[in-house]
């Protein structure tokens, strides 16, 4: 067991919080202020390989390891703690893969350089506006065949990334049945082309936080695609859907530590500078036992965290573990880093004082932010402890029938 980085991610990790911290952190408030990612941010990140960096060299990206995306997605997390950049990176990240893996080679050709260099988004679809969580029970989107064609029908909802593919271009992983008699084994993705594809119509929602990404969702009405928009095999998408999450989920607990450890580090230099009875405010224990305990869980998500992210690597790399093993690693990460990372914002908040209840302040930016990551986003925290709880037990004492 060795809890050292190597000097590679030693190396990686230095050049991303460089980056991060002089071109993102400084725009942050711009960013939630404007709605939008700057272009010339998505740019910067394009050419230090931070856009779906999981992609193969042969269609632009890095072919980084797990843990060096979580090491990146630490780093973004750290310097944008309203969210909203680590939700564009790890979205591309854990998908881009997916797609990477399973896509066709003419739709891979086409879309993954785009996405790669910036000029394209690369988005996730299986949530639907009856629920996100019982995708077996809710799910309503079908597609049939038509010769050589697909036919899609149905809507998503609460899709990230609905503008930037509409302006960009790009395409939405999409789940569909395509077996509606056989269950999870009847789903299939498909690459969705939001922009210039007839009969799609959008819908935009406004968050509470992560406002420089968008959140909507789409309609589909009798949307004919060709056969290469095909992901994978046949009535395989639940799979593939799985694996995705487990991927985003890890991605999202470094996300989650990078955000409360920058806010962590908010709190701490306020009460070694603030005054109170005479005395700095740190030197109070109702301050520092509080300060004790979320630095310990935070440590213990990052612990947590990397070791999914190794166990990524083994399985994908070395083949020497299976995506049960992942999922479950995964899962507990998703279940701990967002409520302890929120705790932590909130308990540094309480610190600020009036400060932290205003837009002078970073902190109410990521309690906004942080606050989608436990409500839904890459699965609910009650579907990760049946997911935890399916890896102990078994199948046979899932809540609902596959």
Same mark, same amino acid.
């Given at each position: 067991?060795?809890?050292?980085?190597?000097?590679?991610?030693?190396?990686?990790?230095?050049?991303?919080?460089?980056?991060?911290?002089?071109?993102?952190?400084?725009?942050?408030?711009?960013?939630?202020?404007?709605?939008?990612?700057?272009?010339?941010?998505?740019?910067?990140?394009?050419?230090?390989?931070?856009?779906?960096?999981?992609?193969?060299?042969?269609?632009?990206?890095?072919?980084?390891?797990?843990?060096?995306?979580?090491?990146?997605?630490?780093?973004?997390?750290?310097?944008?703690?309203?969210?909203?950049?680590?939700?564009? $990176?790890?979205?591309?990240?854990?998908?881009?893969?997916?797609?990477?893996? $399973?896509?066709?080679?003419?739709?891979?050709?086409? $879309?993954?350089?785009?996405?790669?260099?910036?000029?394209?988004?690369?988005?996730?679809?299986?949530?639907?506006?009856?629920?996100?969580?019982?995708?077996?029970?809710?799910?309503?989107?079908?597609?049939?065949?038509?010769?050589?064609?697909?036919?899609?029908?149905?809507?998503?909802?609460?899709?990230?990334?609905?503008?930037?593919?509409?302006?960009?271009?790009?395409?939405?992983?999409?789940?569909?049945?395509?077996?509606?008699?056989?269950?999870?084994?009847?789903?299939?993705?498909?690459?969705?082309?939001?922009?210039?594809?007839?009969?799609?119509?959008?819908?935009?929602?406004?968050?509470?936080?992560?406002?420089?990404?968008?959140?909507?969702?789409?309609?589909?009405?009798?949307?004919?695609?060709?056969?290469?928009?095909?992901?994978?095999?046949?009535?395989?998408?639940?799979?593939?859907?799985?694996?995705?999450?487990?991927? *985003?989920?890890?991605?999202?607990?470094?996300?989650?530590?990078?955000?409360?450890?920058?806010?962590?580090?908010?709190?701490?230099?306020?009460?070694?500078?603030?005054?109170?009875?005479?005395?700095?405010?740190?030197?109070?224990?109702?301050?520092?036992?509080?300060?004790?305990?979320?630095?310990?869980?935070?440590?213990?998500?990052?612990?947590?965290?990397?070791?999914?992210?190794?166990?990524?690597?083994?399985?994908?790399?070395?083949?020497?573990?299976?995506?049960?093993?992942?999922?479950?690693?995964? *899962?507990?990460?998703?279940?701990?880093?967002?409520?302890?990372?929120?705790?932590?914002?909130?308990?540094?908040?309480?610190?600020?004082?009036?400060?932290? $209840?205003?837009?002078?302040?970073?902190?109410?930016?990521?309690?906004?932010?942080?606050?989608?990551?436990?409500?839904?986003?890459?699965?609910?925290?009650?579907?990760?402890?049946?997911?935890?709880?399916?890896?102990?037990?078994?199948?046979?004492?899932?809540?609902?029938?596959?």
């Amino acid at each position: 067991m060795d809890f050292s980085w190597t000097e590679e991610q030693e190396i990686w990790r230095r050049t991303v919080r460089e980056f991060a911290q002089k071109k993102i952190k400084p725009r942050v408030r711009e960013i939630d202020t404007n709605k939008k990612i700057p272009d010339e941010i998505i740019k910067d990140m394009a050419r230090l390989g931070l856009l779906a960096p999981t992609v193969s060299k042969e269609y632009g990206g890095s072919e980084v390891d797990w843990t060096m995306a979580c090491i990146a997605a630490e780093e973004l997390g750290r310097a944008d703690i309203s969210l909203a950049i680590p939700v564009m $990176y790890l979205v591309e990240a854990a998908w881009g893969y997916i797609f990477s893996q $399973y896509g066709t080679h003419e739709m891979k050709e086409k $879309y993954l350089p785009k996405v790669t260099s910036g000029d394209a988004f690369l988005g996730i679809a299986v949530t639907e506006p009856e629920g996100g969580s019982d995708i077996l029970g809710t799910a309503k989107t079908q597609a049939f065949r038509k010769g050589e064609s697909w036919v899609l029908n149905g809507e998503k909802m609460f899709i990230s990334g609905v503008t930037e593919s509409k302006q960009m271009g790009g395409i939405h992983l999409t789940l569909a049945r395509t077996d509606p008699n056989t269950g999870h084994k009847g789903f299939s993705f498909f690459a969705v082309p939001l922009k210039d594809t007839p009969n799609i119509n959008t819908t935009l929602l406004e968050d509470m936080g992560r406002m420089g990404i968008s959140t909507g969702g789409f309609a589909m009405e009798n949307v004919e695609l060709s056969k290469y928009h095909l992901v994978g095999e046949l009535n395989k998408g639940f799979y593939y859907a799985m694996e995705g999450f487990s991927a *985003a989920r890890v991605l999202i607990g470094a996300t989650c530590v990078g955000a409360a450890e920058a806010a962590l580090k908010i709190g701490m230099d306020h009460i070694k500078s603030r005054k109170s009875f005479g005395r700095f405010i740190g030197s109070f224990e109702g301050i520092q036992f509080p300060l004790a305990e979320h630095y310990t869980n935070i440590e213990g998500v990052k612990l947590l965290n990397y070791k999914a992210a190794w166990l990524m690597d083994r399985m994908y790399k070395e083949n020497k573990v299976t995506h049960n093993d992942v999922a479950l690693a995964a *899962a507990m990460s998703k279940l701990r880093a967002p409520i302890h990372a929120f705790a932590a914002m909130n308990e540094v908040a309480d610190w600020l004082g009036a400060t932290a $209840y205003t837009k002078e302040c970073d902190i109410e930016m990521g309690i906004r932010g942080i606050r989608s990551y436990s409500i839904g986003a890459e699965g609910t925290m009650n579907i990760m402890r049946i997911i935890i709880a399916r890896e102990l037990l078994g199948k046979d004492f899932l809540p609902y029938k596959q």
